[in-house]
């Protein structure tokens, strides 16, 4: 053997076994399942927010449900409600409002609406956009309160000023008064410092969106860097990305089943996931229904194995490359 491969084994080596004793420290799993019930329908609940209310562990990611014909993705959704996947996330921008649509049509019939978790996000920073984003939202989504509001994608350093500055909080705060929204968080996939500085805002959020995978634990870490804080500061985190837009399973070869138990296994109250067929979603909730932590030896294997081609950011390009989407991008174009 060569003195560069025994090298390399000797490193793989420690790092397995620091990483291992480094979750053992942290009761990595242990925190998830202490706050985790069963739920009526066999999927697991976690709480969200600071007053008892819990959430399934699994939720219908909203860009995803656009994505097929509407009368597919309103049979997913209506099944995902049957099942017990009743968190559902959305954006005022995905497929230009299309995603918000099709999930209003599929809530507006046999008091469907009063039995999910609804969430949706709101693009503008300032005080007059972020009212109207979220008339429009009502409107396309046929109800009259959102039970989560997120200022989406805080992923440029300016956001957190002008989310304050502009007045978007003010807009939050009036909706929260009017009964028209009743949790504020905000999101993002860019840099963890983006968080921490929303976080030290003199504000109580309830929520943070982020993105929680084997690639993240690598580089701008939200798991390592944000996650330990909201827990500090009893903020509920909404957990994102679990495949990594799928490239974890495509170039890594490590299963989505994986992925997702290891993204539940950190203290996070749900995990957004990617649905656009009925085959998705019964895998995710099978997945949800027999969850249990992934264990610590298996854990610091898959951190050894995802280290090297993590470590500079490639493999998550809305950390590298691809800051947001098209809104965000023209409304920071001078930036």
């Known amino acids: 053997m060569s003195d560069s491969k025994r090298r390399v084994l000797e490193e793989r080596r420690d790092f397995l076994k620091a990483a291992a004793a480094a979750l053992a420290c942290s009761g990595f799993g242990a925190q998830a399942l202490a706050v985790q019930d069963d739920g009526p329908t066999g999927i697991p609940t976690r709480p969200i927010g ?21 009368r597919e993705a309103i049979g997913i959704i209506h099944e995902a409600i049957d099942e ?20 209003g049509k599929a809530l507006a019939s046999d008091g469907r609406r009063d039995k999910v978790f609804l969430m949706t996000k709101v693009c503008d920073r300032d005080y007059q956009g972020a009212k109207k984003q979220l008339d429009e939202s009502l409107r396309r989504l046929q109800t009259d309160h959102i039970d989560l509001w997120q200022f989406h994608e805080i992923n440029w350093d300016v956001d957190p000023e002008w989310v304050f500055e502009k007045g978007g909080i003010r807009a939050a705060l009036e909706a929260r008064q009017a009964g028209k929204v009743r949790y504020i968080g905000f999101t993002g996939h ?17 929520t943070v969106q982020m993105p929680i995978n084997l690639l993240d634990a690598h580089y701008r870490s939200f798991q390592n860097e944000v996650l330990p804080t909201c ?10 990305k679990a495949l990594g837009s799928g490239l974890i399973p495509s170039k890594l070869g490590i299963p989505a089943d994986t992925c997702r138990r290891f993204a539940l296994s950190l203290p996070i109250t749900t995990l957004v996931c990617g649905i656009q067929s009925r ?37 998550e390009p809305w950390k590298s490359t691809d800051y947001g989407s098209r809104h965000h991008r023209e409304q920071h174009a001078n930036t």
Do not use: C
């Open 50 to 70: 600071r007053n008892g209310e819990r959430v399934p562990i699994v939720g219908l990611g909203g860009y995803h449900i656009g994505v097929p014909e509407e």
């Open 84 to 103: 017990g996947m009743t968190f559902f996330d959305n954006a005022w921008d995905y497929h230009d409002g299309g995603s918000e649509e099709v999930v």
């Open 190 to 206: 860019r840099d963890p410092a983006h968080h921490l500085k929303m976080i030290a805002r003199p504000f109580d959020w309830d």
């Open 231 to 240: 827990r500090e500061r009893g903020i509920s985190v909404i957990g994102m």
């Open 279 to 315: 085959e998705n979603l019964r895998q995710d909730i099978a997945m949800a229904r027999s969850f249990q932590p992934i264990d610590q030896e298996e854990i610091a294997k898959l951190l050894a194995d995802t280290r090297s081609p993590a470590s500079d950011g490639k493999l």
